[in-house]
C-alpha cells in the first residue's frame, strides 16, 4: 500500500452508529457501503458524520444502530454526478474499526490531521458579533495520482493567520470533523435544508519547501 495518503490525511473517532447500512458502489468487486455516526463534542452538542465502509469489515463487525465503535481511517471527498451537475461529498473512509463500550473513553474523541495544499484564496470574514472566520479549500494527496478536497474553516487568531496565506501554500492542520446545517436557496419560493461537512481547525501550520 502506498502510504503517502495515510501519512496527510489521519482521522480518529468514536461515537454511536444511528443510522442502517446502505450499500453505496463496487469496486473491483469490493463492495462498499455507508451509515452515518453521531460523536459528541466537548460542548455535550452533537455531530452526524458520514462514514464509508468496506465489506471486508463485516465478519469481524456487524453494523447496528445504537452500537458504539472506534474508528481510524481517513475524510474523504468525492464528487456524486447527478441530472443538475456534480455535488463535493465527504465522508469518513475506514481503515480500522472496533466495538466500544459506550462512550465513556472516547467522548472527545474527533481527531483528524491532513497536509495539503490551499487550492482556492482563504475567504477571511467577521460575523455581526465580531468573531472572525476564514474558509479554506484544502488539496490533500492520495495514493494513485488521487486527491481530497477538503473544506475547512478557522477561527479567531487561526482565521487571521490563514487570511495571509496564498493558493499553493502547503499547511498542515488538526481539529475535528463536524456537521453544519444551513438552508439552500433553489429558487424565488423554494428553500431546501441541507448539511455540510468540514474540518473545524484548532491548529495549523505553514510548511516551508
Known sequence: MNSLGSENNKI????????ELEFSHEVYGEKFYTFKLETKRLS????????????KFFP????EVGKF?????QFRSYNNFTAVGSKLMLTVFVRDIEEADGLTDYASSNNVYLNGY????????????GREIADILLAVNRAYNKS??????????????????SVGDNISVWGRVQSREYQKKINEEEVENRVAYEVSISKMELNEE
Open 60 to 63: 469481524s463487525i456487524n453494523i
Open 148 to 165: 481530497d478536497y477538503i473544506p475547512c474553516i478557522a477561527w479567531g487568531r487561526n482565521a487571521k493567520y490563514a487570511s495571509a496565506l
Open 118 to 129: 490551499i487550492c482556492k484564496e482563504p475567504v477571511y470574514r467577521t460575523t455581526p458579533f
Open 44 to 55: 455535550e452538542n452533537t455531530d452526524i458524520i458520514p462514514i464509508m465502509i468496506s465489506e
Open 69 to 73: 465503535v472506534l474508528i481510524g481511517g
Open 12 to 19: 480518529k473517532m468514536a461515537g454511536e452508529i444511528v443510522s
